[in-house]
């Protein structure tokens, strides 16, 4: 785990807007072996720390793995799911719509290149998942806004992620390889490196195609 002094704003201010930053946000699965500058990894997990949580409560951790061993295992067996999981399931299924099956192609790629990131962000929360609905939301809601917070963090350095949870299939395993104790739940895996691709808008739906207003199928006070 990082722990450290916040730097200041000066010291950290990238040049890139937040708006540049989110509409620019890819996964990003092809990462170049290059090492990450140890002061943009910590820099992205403060960002991170930033985020709000329920009650303030900030019971986060992040395990950040530059290490070429852990690396290795951990992508063994993540490389060992996807194989089983996307690979020989759900791809050899042949029943996926062509969008789909090009995006879990394209997760195929990470399968098997994990370990080739320079570095890989285990993030992780305190307690166990509650099993209460409003409970869980608030629970998921303690991390989720942190993790796009180092995403976007990496995205002004230039840094390329993405959010990853197929772990989740062998998270003893992946405790048992970081030292994570029983007390916390691993959450997410996020590789991180300089991108072989570009950036760019991400393919998505319009808003207007999902944005109700004052009620569900509210038009909105321009609509024709």
């Not at 900030?58 to 793995?65: C, I, K, R, S, Y």
């Not at 917070?149 to 990853?164: I, K, P």
């Not at 994570?180 to 072989?196: K, M, N, R, S, W």
Request: with cysteine; net charge neutral; proline share 8%.
């Amino acid at each position: 785990m990082l722990c450290h002094d916040s730097p200041t704003l000066e010291e950290v201010m990238p040049d890139l807007s937040a708006h540049e930053a989110i509409y620019s946000l890819r996964a990003m699965r092809r990462l170049k072996p290059n090492a990450v500058p140890e002061d943009d990894l910590r820099y992205i997990v403060d960002a991170a720390t930033q985020a709000p949580s329920a009650a303030n409560s900030q019971d986060w951790a992040f395990v950040v793995v530059t290490d070429p061993e852990p690396r290795r295992r951990l992508g063994e067996v993540y490389r060992a799911i996807g194989r089983k999981v996307i690979r020989d399931r759900v791809l050899a299924s042949g029943e996926l719509p062509h969008e789909a099956e090009r995006v879990y192609r394209r997760a195929m790629i990470l399968v098997e290149h994990l370990e080739e990131a320079p570095a890989l962000i285990l993030v992780a929360l305190r307690g166990t998942p509650p099993t209460t609905a409003a409970e869980a939301s608030a629970w998921f809601g303690s991390i989720y806004p942190a993790i796009q917070n180092l995403m976007l963090a990496a995205r002004t350095r230039g840094l390329g992620t993405t959010l990853t949870t197929l772990h989740k299939i062998r998270d003893d395993d992946v405790k048992a390889i970081l030292g994570i104790p029983d007390a916390f739940e691993t959450i997410a895996l996020i590789p991180v490196g300089y991108p072989q691709g570009s950036w760019g808008r991400p393919l998505r739906r319009p808003s207007s195609a999902v944005t109700h207003w004052d009620r569900w199928n509210g038009r909105g006070p321009d609509a024709d």
